[in-house]
């Protein structure tokens, strides 16, 4: 962390378009090198290093709130000696985990002189100054589950990109998919791609709402401690909410919630359900992917490795399943939701997300069979069964005479299947007379793609729908990873402190939202449409 607070992820969201399967293979290296750094940063989202540095950031935050509301205690020196101890070093950190499980006010008490230590004398008596000792526990959930987000949510723009280019270079290509909920059909790979990069910008824009919706507890205490910082501010109550409203600005959040309504325990319970409800959302909905993903048939090799790409398909499948099936245990078993398993939350599903975009990247579409062949009987049968109940045939007698010609045709070839011979009873059947002229024109697979390339480019390509949803993507990033610093907005901060508690007008969105009781951690432990149309959102 630097002393700026900028998020260090940075994210580049225009596509590289057109490409070819060759291109998405040349860039695999790319994918590992960023990947890596990344996850590496989201596994530590949630330690001690992670928290301790919050609880600096906040006091920070603090400072310079309180400056700006006229506290004299507070100098330039000490804020700028603040901003240049941000990160703990690994002695403090060793020295604070040596002191083993000390009580919450005594780690706090720690933290304040290691802090004050390395800022040097001019922040003595400045670092917490005024407010509850508690004011960074209460306030620490929110910051680390922030940054976590702020790490995670760029990898998901990151795979769309992949996905688009990856369904632009074969939006033309024919095979056979099973869509979830839906019977088998005859597609492209871009057309399935389009759908599966939408699904995923669902998900982008469920966790950038809950991102976005996240608030602070602010400086509120006990009444005698209320009472305190409204003598230091030399106001009234007004003052202490608009310390509050000054805080949030620096720290980059929209406002506090109602700590007299809603007890910290229950805004942090609630929040997590949201955040893991999201992350499970986002494993099952890459496990819908790569479930049609997994009838591929392919023995292309991963990597250089034993394994197959279907081997690995199969293999990431179970284990996104097995992130929301830990999810739901958890959420129903009536456990509190905290950091431990927030951690493994994010880490499973940064490894799923980092497996599905090598796959992406390293997969050869030349080498899986089309089977468009195959899977064609089967699809104009259950086409003619359609079409004979909507004219008015029982559906159980139409299946009754599939069923009959299917076993006259396999005696008749020594139990060898012959479409030509099953489709030739049916056009000598009077009863399929409103199918016969169809069953021809059902017979030509081109035309079940032939609206595929045009989904592909209005959804994929350059000057596409997904270009919208990534340029507010990116947008937001540029919001989030701006922390304006105090001389760049002070004048904003000034308009706003003459403007009294306005800005607390709007509903809480703490008031929507439900939190947990603090406890042990957990143990470690869309719909489609026909591919010849539009893909509803």
């Keep these: 962390m630097t002393g700026s607070i900028q998020n260090p992820t940075q994210l580049s969201v225009q596509p590289q378009i057109p490409v070819n399967s060759t291109t998405l293979r040349a860039n ?14 989201i596994a530590h989202a949630f330690d001690w290093r992670a928290c301790f540095s919050v609880w600096r950031k906040l006091w920070l935050y603090l400072a310079q709130s309180q400056q700006q509301m006229g506290v004299a205690l507070i100098t330039d020196n000490a804020i700028e000696q603040m901003k240049n101890n941000l990160d703990i070093t690994d002695s ?66 990151e795979v769309m ?17 099973h869509p979830c909920r839906q019977f088998t059909q005859i597609s492209t790979f871009g057309r399935r791609a389009a759908d599966w990069v939408l699904d995923l910008g669902r998900d982008l824009i469920v966790l950038e709402k809950i991102r976005d919706d996240i608030l602070l507890c602010g400086t509120r205490g006990t009444k005698a401690e209320m009472t305190h910082l409204t003598r230091v501010l030399g106001g009234d109550v007004r003052s202490c909410e608009q310390l509050d409203i000054t805080l949030c600005q620096y720290a980059g959040f929209k406002g506090c919630y109602d700590a007299e309504k809603i007890s910290t325990e229950r805004y942090e319970r609630d929040l997590a359900l949201a955040i893991g409800g999201a992350l499970a959302n986002l494993a099952l909905g890459i496990s819908r992917t790569l479930t049609e993903m997994a009838i591929f048939k392919t023995e292309q090799k991963y990597l250089g490795s034993t394994s197959t790409i279907t081997d690995l398909i199969c293999r990431t499948n179970n284990d996104a399943l097995r992130i929301a099936a830990d999810w739901t245990r958890w959420s129903s078993a009536g456990l509190a939701i905290g950091p431990v398993v927030l951690q493994k939350m994010f880490t499973d599903a940064d490894t799923i997300i980092r497996r599905f975009e090598s796959l992406i990247v390293e997969i050869d579409t030349s080498s899986i069979k089309p089977l468009v062949d195959e899977a064609l009987p089967g699809i104009i049968t259950r086409k003619i069964t359609q079409r004979m109940v909507q004219a008015g045939r029982p559906r159980d007698l139409v299946i009754w005479y599939l069923s009959k010609f299917a076993c006259q045709t396999l005696l008749e070839h020594d139990n060898i299947a012959s479409p030509g011979a099953f489709f030739d009873m049916i ?3 009077e009863y399929f007379k409103p199918v016969w002229w169809r069953i021809d024109y059902w017979s030509r697979s081109e035309l079940d793609i032939r609206g595929c390339e045009k989904t ?24 989030v990873q701006s922390y304006k610093m105090p001389d760049e907005v002070k004048e904003e901060l000034v308009e706003s402190s003459s403007s009294g508690s306005d800005a607390d007008d709007e509903d809480s969105f703490a008031t929507t939202i439900r939190w947990t009781v603090q ?6 432990t869309s719909d489609y449409q026909s591919d010849s149309g539009k893909t509803k959102s």
């Design 519 to 524: 406890g042990e951690d957990a143990p470690a």
């Design 28 to 41: 695999a290296d790319m994918v590992h090198m960023d990947s890596d750094h990344r996850s590496a940063k």
């Design 92 to 157: 403090d950190l060793q020295w604070a985990l040596r002191r083993g499980s000390a009580e919450p006010l005594e780690t706090i008490m720690n933290q304040t002189f290691l802090f004050g230590r390395a800022a040097g004398r001019c922040t003595a008596g400045r670092i917490n100054y005024a407010v509850p000792a508690e004011f960074v526990t209460r306030n620490c959930h929110a910051m680390l589950v922030r940054e976590a987000l702020d790490i995670f949510i760029p990898r998901l723009p």
């Design 456 to 479: 592909v480019d209005e959804v994929c390509a350059r000057g596409g729908s997904l270009d919208k949803l990534l340029e507010e993507y990116k947008a937001s990033v540029e919001k």
């Design 161 to 177: 990109n992949r996905l688009r280019e990856f369904a632009v270079s074969n939006k033309s290509r024919r095979a056979v998919f």
């Design 427 to 429: 056009r000598r059947t």
